[in-house]
């Protein structure tokens, strides 16, 4: 081996023992940092969001709809996007009844790139541009979970993981050329502790956390520090009635509460409003994940078939 190569792999080494040799103590200070910021209430207050536009997608049911009636109640007029126009016809008259804000439902397939080319040309006609973007829309479950069809891996695929290149590419440029802007992405926390049987799922959500970390990255580096990306990772929600029952079924209820999507959309809306950039929902979850991520691969492997392996399995027999 040249000289060269083997000081190439003696300073790696060194930077992983220096990271090594450090880590409790940053682990002890991120934690202290936290604390200190609850017991001081040191967090960024909530920022204003009267009168921007906000697109919501697949806000005709779900958590979709509960972020809608949030975000109207915060003074953000809404654009109700859906391909179930009953569902989002529903959503803006629940908005209309209970705020002074404009809302309108629009039909659009978001893993159409023109669909939503069209849809931010209607959007910005009639509410204004927009400044608030919310990826939402998304597909839960497989008819089989053990032996899908590949069209139904493909659909979840366009509509998880490729709607957010297409929904960013429509909707960034605007907030680029306001340099302000908020991007919200609901992607879910079996991207970050897998679910077996359901690897679409959990790839494309894994797929989108890693899309929204990224876009980050190159927003600092153009200093487009007022465009604020945040993804939320909630576990089962009270949601979709569907998963509800399934996660009823298996009494993961008995592992956590279930969170409402009203609670769910509270929690999430205000973080991205104090400019938070990852939020997991149950919090517990973010130490959870931290702390199994320096275990060995084959432990954390080991740690998540004892905790879910059984529960899943049931999960799918149910559903086949
Ligand atoms: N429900 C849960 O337990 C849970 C947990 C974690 C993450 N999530 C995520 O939260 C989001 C919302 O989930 P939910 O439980 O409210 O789902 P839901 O099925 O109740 O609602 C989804 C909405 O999206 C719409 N939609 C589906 N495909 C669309 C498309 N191609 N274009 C436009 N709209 C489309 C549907 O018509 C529906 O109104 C999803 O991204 C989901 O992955 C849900």
Redesign the pocket.
Known sequence: MSMAKTLVKLQALACVAILAALSPLLVTAALLWKLFGKLFCLSSSPKSIVGEVAVV??A?????RAIALELADKGCHIAV????MT?AESTVKQIQEKAKVRAKAYK????NYLELVQLNRDVVSDLGPVTVLIN?????LHRNSVDPEPAEVQQMIN??LA?HFWTRMVFLPTMKAMRRGYLLT?S???GLFPLPYNTTYTAT?AGTTAHMRALRMELALEQLKDIHVCTAM????E??EE?THLTNEIKISNLYPLIS?KQAAHRIVDGMLRGEREIMLPGLAALLYRLMSLLPVSWQDRGMVLASGSRFKQFCALRN
């Not at 005709?60 to 979709?64: A, C, E, R, Y």
């Not at 996007?81 to 179930?84: E, G």
């Not at 939402?136 to 839960?140: F, K, P, R, S």
């Open positions: 997608t697949g005709g049911h779900g958590l979709g996007v859906d391909i179930n569902g659009a397939d978001v893993s939402n829309a998304g597909i839960l509509v998880n709607a609901i879910s926390l079996a959500k909630p576990t089962f929600l949601a979709n998963v999507a």
